[in-house]
């Protein structure tokens, strides 16, 4: 069975520090891969999205990154983050852009 | 791309109730689905219904959709405290990730 994992849950950093949270997917190959970000009570915002290696496609221009350096692994990172970083951050695969999403637990990330 | 409103945003009920939700978009669509967040968690998907689809049952969830009216709705029969939670519709476009609404947040209390 295909599994998501992401870490970490929690995730204190300052202003100005770089950020880098990780997300991988077994049981499944060239999933298509998604970051969402979640202010508190919000919806949903599309962050990044990626149908395999190396594609990228960015919903929303910001000072943060996403890389899909392997199959199944999605990074996204921050150079230097700022106090309107904060946010859940949530990371999703599924097996077409026309299927569902199955999402991983979550990063809590406050910047202070 | 735009994404769907839910209505209501909080919805209060007794155990046993139902619960509706509903869901209003405004573009073309291939697809609608539900998800299901408890407090603090990942999203859990629900159901998903084709733009050719009218109706789907999954348990005690049955869900419509409209596409005339561009408008979808969750119904939860004989609500339990254990559906306390926010729900979320997704629409699936062409050419792109799901796109979430806020939400309706589900109390329901024993």
């Known amino acids: 069975s295909q599994t998501i994992h992401q870490w970490p849950a929690t995730l204190v950093q300052p202003v100005g520090s770089p950020l880098s949270l990780e997300c991988t997917v077994e049981?499944?190959?060239?999933?298509?891969l998604y970051w969402y970000r979640q202010a508190a009570g919000r919806g949903l915002q599309l962050l990044f999205y990626?149908?395999?290696?190396?594609?990228i496609s960015s919903e929303v221009p910001q000072n943060l990154s996403a890389s899909r350096p392997q199959d199944r692994q999605f990074i996204l990172s921050s150079k230097k983050l700022l106090l309107s970083d904060s946010g859940f951050y949530l990371c999703?695969?599924?097996?077409?852009?026309?299927?569902?999403?199955?999402f991983g637990q979550g990063t809590r990330l406050t910047v202070v | 791309s735009q994404q769907g409103e839910e209505d209501p945003q909080a919805l209060s009920i007794q155990e046993g109730e139902n619960a509706t939700m509903n869901c209003s978009y405004k573009?073309?669509?291939?697809?609608l689905q539900w998800y299901r967040q408890n407090s603090g968690r990942g999203l859990v998907h629900l159901i998903l219904?084709?733009?050719?689809?009218r109706e789907k049952h999954s348990g005690r969830l049955r869900v419509t959709l409209d596409t005339s009216k561009k408008s979808s709705s969750l119904l939860i029969t004989a609500s339990r405290a254990a559906d306390t939670a926010s729900y979320f519709c997704?629409?699936?476009?062409?050419?792109?990730?799901?796109?979430f609404g806020k939400g309706t947040t589900l109390s329901v209390s024993s």
């Open positions: 997704a629409l699936n476009q062409a050419g792109t990730a799901l796109i």
């Open positions: 049981g499944t190959s060239n999933p298509n």
């Open positions: 219904i084709r733009s050719n689809e």
């Open positions: 573009t073309s669509i291939n697809n």
């Open positions: 999703a695969w599924g097996a077409g852009m026309n299927t569902e999403a199955f």
């Open positions: 990626s149908v395999g290696i190396g594609q």
